[in-house]
C-alpha cells in the first residue's frame, strides 16, 4: 500500500521538556539532506548531535543542538524508514522545524505523490505498522489498551495482549479449520474414485472430535475475554440498601472523601452516584443508588415521584453490576444492651432485589452497618447468625464472601470490634482476583485470552457458533454416507468450517478463511499445518489418502 511520508510531534507539557518529530515514509533520507545539508547519514539506531538549519538556506539554523536517530525499514515501528528529531520543547523551535519539514522536498519532487509530505493524522503511525505487518488487529487493540490504562491490573492486562501470542493462538486455530475443511473436501470430490485407509464415516468422525475439542478451547477462550472485559472496563458494584442504612457514608469511607452527602435525613439519594476507584489494582466502578423503600403501605414520608424513579433505577443499576453490596443496618430501636433484642434493619424491598440477581453472573457481598450501636462482639455474633439465617432459608440469596462488619462513623472500626472497611476492601480485592481469574486448569496458558477484547469475543462466539453448526451437519453423516443427500450434508458441513475460519481470520485482520491454495494443499497433502497432533509425521498424515495417482 502507497503511504504519504507523515510527521507527528509527541507532545510536551513544558517548555524544557524535549520535542521528538518523529516521520515515517520513503522521504525521510530527502528530508534529513535537506535539514543537515553536507552532514552524514547517522548510523541506524543511534543518536547523533546535528545542527537542524531551514531547507530554504543554510543561514537559518532550526536548532543547534539537535538530536537525529534514523531507523531503517522494515524493522521499524511503521515498517517504513522513521526518522527522529529530538530538538529543543520551546514552542517557537517546534514551530519551527515542523513548518520547514514540508518544503524539504523541492519543487521538483513535491509535485510527485510519494514524496508529498503531511502531518501525520490521529493513529495513522499505528495503522502504517498494520498495513505493513508491524503489528496486528490484537496488538493494534492492545496497544490503545496501554496507552488508557489507569490501574496496575489494566496494565498487566495490556502488556499481555501487546505481544503477538493471542493471534498466534487464533492462527493455530484457523489452520486447524483449514486442515480440517480440506479434509472434508478431499471426502466430497475423490470419495468415489479414491483409495481411503479409512471410511468416510470414520474419518468424519475423527474430523468431529477434533472440532470438539476445538470448540472447549473456544468456550474456555471466550469465558476468560469476559473475565478480562471487568479488568478492562472496570468492576461495577453496587451499593444496595434502605433508606438511612449508611450506603453514601459507606461509600465516602472507601474513596476517602464526601463523594455523595450525609444526612440523618432519610432519602438523600435520590439518584445514581458513581466513584470510580482504584483497589489494590482493579479499577472498580461503585455506585451509590437511591434507599428502596415499600410504596405500597402507609408510611409516614410518602414516595414521591423522583424517589420512585430513583428507586426504578437503583434497582436497574443492581441487576447490571458485577458485585452488589448489600448494606443492612442495625436496628436502633432495638435494645442495644440486650443481645436478644439487637436486629437487622432487612427492608422487604431491598430483599426481593437482592433475590432477582443473578448468582452465576452477579456476586452479593453482605455487610451489617452501625455495629458502633452495640456493646460487645457477641451483639454482633448474634446479628451475624440472624443473617446467616435469612440466606439459608432462601430470604437472601448466598454470597461468596463471610457477612462484614462495619461502622461508618470514621473509616476504621473501634479497636474492641474486629473488622470493618478496610477488611471488607480486603475481601473485595480477594473476590475480584477469583472474578478476574483463568478458569482453565493451566492459567499461565490461558492469560493471553484475559486481553481479548469485545470485538474479539464477539468474532470468537460467531466462530462457535459455526462450529456448533458443523456438529451438528457431521454427526447426520457418520453412520451412513451412501445417498446424495448425506453427500449435500458434508458440503455444508465443510461450509460451516470456512465460516468459522473466517471469524478467526479477521480477529487478526488476515482476510478470508483460507485461499484456494491452502485448501489444496490439505487436499494433496502438501500443507505444513496438520489438523491432526503436530508430533504425526508426513507420512503419518499422507496414510489416510493419496490423491491423484
Request: charged letters at 20%; glycine letters at 6%; hydrophobic letters at 40%.
Amino acid at each position: 500500500m502507497d503511504l504519504h511520508p507523515a510527521n507527528a510531534l509527541k507532545p510536551t507539557n513544558m517548555s524544557s521538556e524535549p520535542g521528538v518529530v518523529r516521520i515515517s515514509g520513503p522521504a525521510c533520507l530527502k528530508i534529513y539532506e535537506h535539514l543537515c545539508p553536507g552532514r552524514p547519514l547517522p548510523e541506524p539506531r543511534y543518536a547523533t548531535l546535528r545542527t537542524l538549519f531551514h531547507p530554504r538556506g543554510v543561514a537559518e539554523v532550526l536548532d543547534t543542538a539537535a538530536l537525529v536517530l534514523f531507523f531503517p525499514a522494515p524493522h521499524t515501528a511503521t515498517g517504513e524508514d522513521i526518522l527522529e528529531l529530538h530538538v529543543h520543547g520551546g514552542n517557537a523551535v517546534v514551530k519551527g522545524v515542523l513548518s520547514a519539514i514540508p518544503l524539504a522536498a523541492d519543487a521538483r519532487d513535491s509535485t510527485t505523490e510519494v514524496l508529498s509530505i503531511r502531518y501525520a493524522e490521529p493513529g495513522e503511525f499505528t495503522r502504517r505498522a498494520f498495513y505493513n505487518n508491524r503489528l496486528d488487529l490484537t496488538q493494534v487493540e492492545a496497544l490503545g489498551d496501554v496507552l488508557s490504562a489507569e490501574t496496575e491490573q489494566q496494565r498487566r492486562l495490556a502488556v499481555k495482549g501487546s505481544s503477538n501470542a493471542l493471534a498466534q493462538q487464533y492462527e493455530s486455530w484457523r489452520q486447524q479449520l483449514v486442515c480440517a475443511r480440506g479434509e472434508l473436501e478431499a471426502l466430497i470430490d475423490f470419495s468415489e474414485d479414491q483409495h481411503f485407509d479409512e471410511s468416510p464415516s470414520r474419518l468424519i468422525e475423527s474430523t468431529t472430535a477434533k472440532i470438539v475439542e476445538l470448540k472447549a478451547k473456544l468456550q474456555a477462550s471466550i469465558d476468560n475475554a469476559s473475565r478480562g472485559e471487568l479488568l478492562r472496563n472496570g468492576i461495577d458494584i453496587a451499593l444496595v440498601g434502605a433508606p438511612n442504612a449508611g450506603k453514601s457514608s459507606l461509600l465516602n469511607c472507601i474513596v476517602g472523601r464526601e463523594a455523595a452527602i450525609v444526612s440523618n435525613e432519610a432519602g438523600t439519594t435520590r439518584d445514581v452516584i458513581n466513584v470510580g476507584i482504584d483497589i489494590e489494582g482493579f479499577y472498580c466502578n461503585f455506585g451509590d443508588l437511591a434507599g428502596l423503600r415499600n410504596t405500597l403501605l402507609n408510611q409516614e414520608v410518602p414516595v414521591g415521584s423522583i424517589e420512585r424513579e430513583g428507586m426504578r433505577r437503583a434497582r436497574e443499576r443492581a441487576l447490571a453490576a458485577n458485585v452488589v453490596i448489600a448494606v443492612l443496618a442495625v436496628d436502633p430501636s432495638g435494645n442495644v444492651d440486650d443481645s436478644s433484642l439487637s436486629s437487622i434493619n432487612i427492608n422487604p424491598e431491598v430483599a426481593a432485589t437482592l433475590r432477582l440477581c443473578d448468582i452465576e453472573k452477579q456476586a452479593v457481598v453482605y455487610v451489617i452497618n452501625k455495629i458502633d450501636l452495640l456493646v460487645s462482639n457477641e451483639h454482633i455474633q448474634t446479628l451475624q447468625a440472624q443473617l446467616e439465617s435469612k440466606i439459608s432459608d432462601g430470604t437472601l440469596p448466598p454470597s461468596p464472601l463471610p457477612i462484614t462488619p462495619i461502622s461508618c462513623i470514621t473509616n476504621q472500626q473501634p479497636l474492641r470490634f474486629s473488622g470493618g472497611v478496610q477488611e471488607l476492601l480486603k475481601s473485595l480485592s480477594n473476590l475480584f482476583r477469583d472474578l478476574t481469574a483463568t478458569g482453565d486448569a493451566d492459567p499461565v496458558a490461558w492469560e493471553s485470552s484475559l486481553g481479548a477484547t469485545e470485538r474479539q469475543k464477539l468474532l470468537l462466539e460467531q466462530c462457535l457458533i459455526h462450529l456448533q453448526r458443523f456438529l451438528a451437519q457431521a454427526n447426520q453423516n457418520i453412520v451412513k454416507q451412501e445417498s446424495e443427500s448425506e453427500s449435500v450434508d458434508i458440503v455444508l458441513a465443510a461450509e460451516s468450517l470456512r465460516s468459522a475460519a473466517n471469524a478467526l481470520a479477521r480477529i487478526t485482520g488476515t482476510g478470508e478463511a483460507a485461499n484456494v491454495e491452502e485448501v489444496l494443499g490439505v487436499v494433496f497433502e502438501k500443507s505444513s499445518h496438520p489438523f491432526t497432533d503436530p508430533t504425526i509425521t508426513r507420512a503419518d498424515r499422507c496414510s489416510r489418502f493419496c490423491v491423484g495417482k
